[in-house]
């Protein structure tokens, strides 16, 4: 395995991390305990769960935090906050009410005294900023959270929320979670760039496009039953209307191709290609089974060319747009 510094902090977390939606979900318990154990055995030490992941709120938690016990001050374990997690108008978002129960209750799942990394799960329109970030800090100061996290902001939300903590003195974000893939680059305009500058970690989730770069997918065909991509729903990141696009198909032609020479998987050279951009910390994998895990762990300890670089980028790039085109032409 190996091991990037997360963001501009002194801690070590691997490149693969391990993802745990399908726990307690898609995978039973006996089958997240022996992927978590074989995640452990090949060296990963970042585990990402949410207080929502699981059939019920909370049943992934629980199951990380009996799988992680006797190993618990060896992984950097995040969790999350924001889906809903009951019926209640407070039982959601990103309050300071809710968020002061909510750290509690993954506290408690997890069987843990603090969590490493404690990500807000995407932007909450309904709360003042201020509100959540002194909320964060504080947790923070108790001890009850080492490092803060953010997923599925925008550019500008999340700069103007590294500016309020710096303007308090508050504990910042030092990780954002995006989206990610061959398949979903949209993180390269902005997002990218600004983490870069600002000195984040960037773990990935959907780094196969959420199974599509796995190769099982076919041209004209319709998704394989009991696959996530055959189940999502119409608004979900991984619908197969959103997915099954020519563009993407050529660039599981191209992934297939690299697999084949290389004697590699597509998910093996999907994830190579993640974890070859610049920026990128780690690639938060997801497997239902442990086959797939094995699969995806083969991700590690190969470089692709930069001849394979080069042809993956040619089928996937973003297309040009404005001001990004502007700026990069008059501003040599
Ligand atoms: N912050 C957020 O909003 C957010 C959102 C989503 C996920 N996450 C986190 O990121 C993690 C990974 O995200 P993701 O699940 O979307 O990642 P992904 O790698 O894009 O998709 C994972 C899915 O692909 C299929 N798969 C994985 N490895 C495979 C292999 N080797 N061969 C064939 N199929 C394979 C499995 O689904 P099938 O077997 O059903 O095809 C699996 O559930 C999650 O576990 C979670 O921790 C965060």
Redesign the pocket.
């Known amino acids: 395995m190996e091991y990037q510094f997360l963001g501009s902090t002194g801690v070590q977390v691997s490149r693969l991390c391990l993802?745990?939606?399908?726990f307690g979900r898609?995978a039973d318990e006996a089958t997240s305990r022996a992927i978590t154990d074989r995640f452990l055995e090949a060296g990963g030490n970042f585990v990402?769960?949410a207080d929502v992941y699981g059939k019920t709120p909370g049943l992934s938690e629980e199951i990380v935090g009996r799988a992680l016990k006797g190993t618990r001050n060896k992984v950097i374990l995040a969790t999350k906050v924001y889906f809903p997690t009951g019926p209640g108008a407070n039982d959601r978002g990103l309050s300071r009410f809710h968020i002061m129960q909510a750290v509690e209750a993954s506290l408690r799942r997890l069987q843990a005294d603090y969590i490493d990394l404690y990500y807000v799960?995407c932007w909450d329109k309904r709360t003042p900023l201020e509100e959540t970030l002194t909320t964060l800090n504080d947790l923070v100061k108790s001890g009850k959270v080492r490092y803060l996290g953010v997923?599925?902001f925008t550019a500008w939300q999340l700069m103007k929320a590294l500016s309020i903590s710096e303007r308090y003195r508050w504990s910042k974000f030092v990780c954002l979670?995006p989206q990610y893939?061959l398949v979903v680059r949209d993180i390269e305009r902005e997002i990218l760039p600004l983490c870069q500058e600002e000195g984040l970690g960037v773990a990935v989730?959907?780094?196969?496009?959420?199974?599509f770069l796995?190769g099982?997918y076919r041209r004209g065909e319709k998704p394989p039953e009991g696959?996530?991509?055959a189940a999502a729903k119409e608004d979900w990141e991984e619908a197969w209307s959103r997915r099954a696009t020519e563009k993407n198909f050529r660039i599981l032609d191209a992934v297939r191709e690299i697999g084949s020479s290389r004697g590699k998987?597509c998910?093996q050279v999907a994830l190579a290609w993640v974890l070859a951009q610049p920026g990128i910390t780690s690639a938060?994998?997801?497997?239902?089974t442990l086959e797939?895990l094995e699969?995806?762990l083969g991700s590690v300890g190969w470089d692709l060319t930069s001849e394979e670089l080069e042809a993956l980028d040619r089928v996937s790039r973003l297309e040009e747009g404005y001001p990004y085109r502007f700026i990069s032409y008059f501003a040599r």
């Open positions: 993802g745990t939606m399908t898609e990402d769960t799960h997923s599925n979670q893939s989730w959907g780094p196969l496009g959420g199974g796995s099982k696959t996530r991509i998987s998910a938060i994998i997801g497997a239902r797939q699969d995806n």
